[in-house]
């Protein structure tokens, strides 16, 4: 009777240490996107699927999300050499969007906006960007820059005026509210730099007169991707003149005396340069937008085991 009584507090005893893992309530794994990344910040610890293209997020029942959709950026304007003291404007951002929404059981298309494609034509306008959205959430693709008497596009952020040269330039294009700003506006004057293209973070530099280009609208900063710290739609830069061209923190910059627009960083949404004046330029492409998804890991309940009491 002693010997069952020791095996039995035994077993009892390894009983109270016991430890096993429980699906946390609402922990529900997603999938898709081309990384997954685990990460812990201010608020928690996450799941976030990245996508850098077009792509499908499953869920295999109910869940909170929450999203950054940022379309691709338009193209900076293309000079011409007919037109030698003109400038491009700088090409819009891509629009953004950040929020949160609850899920059902079920599988959700996501696009990747292309961004905006050079001009490559004897002076003209840049590309628009490709929208990006999450199932039925859209961020529009940036306005491409303008050139000469051509305006700049509409988009989730406006591409920026060409410079006012021989003709007056267009108009700048216009923002998205909620997504994006406008772009820059032309000067007064003949033979000066571009106004640059709207960001995210606000709108487009006008065109004054100075043969500089004008600096990109800013962008913004988001963390949903990897935990750290990256910035999203940023303007592209006016091209200039005879002078440098603007500049831009991810969208392209702006070609400076001779010079082309530098293109975006691929899926930040940036706009592209605006070409420079004296002589025909290019102007840069647009940068790729990008979709994330992310969730919260839910914690795991506190451990569980069982107490016997011994007669």
Do not use: C
């Not at 900076?76 to 030698?84: A, I, K, L, R, V």
């Not at 923002?175 to 506006?185: E, K, L, M």
């Amino acid at each position: 009777m002693k010997n069952q009584r020791a095996g039995l507090l035994a077993v009892v005893t390894m009983s109270l240490f016991a430890v096993w893992a429980v699906p946390a309530s609402g922990q529900f794994v997603g999938s898709g996107g081309s990384q997954t990344n685990q990460y812990t910040d201010a608020d928690g610890d996450w799941i976030a699927h990245v996508f850098t293209s077009t792509g499908t997020f499953e869920v295999s029942d109910d869940l909170e999300v929450q999203y950054l959709i940022v379309g691709g950026g338009g193209a900076g304007g293309t000079t011409s050499s007919g037109t030698p003291t003109d400038a491009g404007g700088g090409g819009g951002a891509g629009g953004m969007l950040v929020g949160s929404t609850n899920l059902s059981a079920g599988s959700f298309a996501i696009t990747v906006g292309a961004g905006g494609n050079v001009n490559t034509s004897n002076g003209g306008r840049g590309g628009n960007g490709g929208d990006s959205s999450f199932d039925a959430i859209i961020a529009k693709g940036g306005g491409g820059g303008g050139w000469a008497p051509q305006a700049a596009a509409d988009g989730g952020s406006g591409g920026g005026a060409g410079s006012r040269g021989s003709a007056d330039a267009g108009d700048p294009g216009l923002g998205t509210p909620g997504q994006g700003h406008d772009g820059g506006a032309r000067g007064g004057t003949w033979g000066q730099g571009a106004a640059s293209g709207g960001g995210a973070g606000g709108p487009g530099i006008d065109s004054i007169n100075s043969s500089d280009g004008r600096d990109g609208g800013p962008g913004v900063e988001n963390n949903f991707a990897t935990g750290d710290l990256v910035l999203y739609a940023a303007g592209g830069g006016g091209g200039g003149r005879s002078g440098i061209g603007g500049q831009s923190a991810t969208g392209g910059h702006g070609g400076g005396d001779g010079e082309n627009g530098a293109s975006a960083l691929a899926n930040t949404g940036g706009g592209g340069g605006g070409g420079a004046g004296n002589g025909r330029n290019n102007g840069g492409a647009g940068g790729s937008g990008i979709v994330v998804v992310r969730y919260q890991i839910a914690d795991e309940p506190a451990a569980t085991g069982s107490m016997f009491k011994i007669q």
